[in-house]
Every structure is written in C-alpha cells, then in structure tokens.
C-alpha cells in the first residue's frame, strides 16, 4: 500500500535559519504531493503541492519539488521566521486508476518550533 | 464564517457512551472525509463519502459509523466509546481527487 515518511521532529531552529523537512514515498503510478501545515488549535491548511515529477511547489517562501527517481517531496525554506512554528505534513493522493485514489495517505507529522 | 464547521469542538464523555461528531461545509464539495489524528501517527482516515449515496471505509472503521445526510453534512459516531478513541478528529472535503481538501478545526474528544 501507500506510504509517506516524514523525517523525525521535533525540529528547533533559530530565526531566518535554513528549514529542510525530508518526505519520501512509496506508491503506484505518479501521485499527487502535498504539503499542509497545521497551527496551533487549527485543522490543517494546504501548504503547497505538486502534481507531476519535476514539479515544484511553493508558497510564503517555502518549496518543495517532485522527485520521482528518489521519491522525495522534501521542503524548504531559506530564512525562517517564528510565524512558521507549526506541524508540518507530508501527503499523497494515489494517480487515478489506483485502489486509493481520492484518498489522502499522510506522513506522520513534524512539529516545527523558530526560536527568535 | 468557516468553510467547513465541526461540531463540538471538545467533548468530554464517558466509556460506554454513544457520541456524535457533526460536519458541515458550505464550499460545495462532493467529497466528505473523516480523520483522527494522534500523537507521531499523523493522520488516519476513518471513513469518505465521495457524495451522498456514497459511503466508504478508511484503514480504521472499527467502532465508528458514518451519516451524509446531505451534500453539505456528514456525521461521525461512536457506537459505545472507548478511551483508545480519545483523539483530535478531523472533517475535510474536497472537490475532485486530484484536488487539496480542505479541513475543519478538528473536535477534540476525551474519553474517560
């Protein structure tokens, strides 16, 4: 079945640090991948995602791209800010024709904290 | 006001007692799906409706049950609750598959 491996949290970081949050996957065909995010006492909102290999999403500074040869979807972000404290959220959503499609398969979470 | 609303928001109860979840969306979407989330496991999914004749199990069925009883509402129960049901449970929907979904704030339940 599908999988989704996110790197082990918590992560700490100092302001305008560099973030790396690695994801890799396994599953058929050529899913959907995504990034949501989660703050404090909310429900989780859509960060960024890619839908083919090569892609690359982004958004408020943060990237990750579709790496289909190492099944990576790893994010980024140059310079951190403590804004960005939060649980982030590796997904994929299985290419149609498969068991799973329509379905969401996340990673475990990683919780993020920026230090001033 | 929210896209999708979940009702309560905290719930304490006892073992044995039957509990209701209640979501409700106003962005339209067909598709209705059901999470719990729990510490280092991420998020798991319970049950989806990808419309109103449409009910499916997620990996983790057992002692839930599901209502769509519209387009716009999708309930989830607890038959008898247990304390290993204690999570943060999330509602979500979508529009098409390939499209993101969208969640609720989540509804915090304790079981004693």
């Known amino acids: 079945g599908n999988s989704v491996t996110q790197m082990e949290g918590p992560v700490t970081l100092s302001e305008e640090a560099f973030l790396t949050i690695n994801c890799t996957y396994t599953?058929?065909?050529?899913?959907?991948l995504f990034w949501y995010v989660q703050y404090p006492g909310e429900g989780l909102q859509l960060l960024l995602k890619?839908?083919?290999?090569?892609d690359k999403g982004s958004n408020k500074g943060f990237e990750a791209t579709y790496r289909k040869e190492t099944t990576s979807f790893h994010l980024e972000k140059g310079s951190v800010q403590v804004s960005d404290s939060a649980v982030y959220f590796c997904?994929?959503?299985?290419?149609?024709?498969?068991?799973?499609?329509?379905?969401?398969?996340f990673g475990q979470g990683t919780i993020l904290t920026v230090h001033p | 006001d929210a896209d999708v609303t979940q009702t309560p928001r905290n719930r304490i109860t006892k073992t044995g007692k039957r509990i209701m979840l209640e979501c409700s969306q106003t962005?339209?979407?067909?598709?209705m799906y059901w999470y719990r989330q729990d510490p280092g496991l991420g998020l798991r999914l319970i049950y989806y409706?990808?419309?109103?004749?449409?009910?499916n199990k997620g990996e983790i069925s057992d002692g839930y049950s599901v209502s769509r009883q519209a387009q716009a509402k999708f309930s989830l129960s607890l038959e008898s609750a247990i304390p290993n049901q204690t999570a943060l449970y999330f509602c979500a929907t979508s529009d098409r598959t390939d499209q993101p979904q969208h969640f609720g704030d989540g509804t915090r339940l304790s079981i004693l």
């Open positions: 997904a994929l959503s299985e290419s149609p024709g498969g068991t799973s499609y329509g379905k969401l398969t």
């Open positions: 890619a839908t083919k290999a090569d």
């Open positions: 409706s990808f419309d109103v004749k449409d009910i």
């Open positions: 599953a058929t065909g050529y899913p959907s």
């Open positions: 962005k339209g979407h067909d598709r």
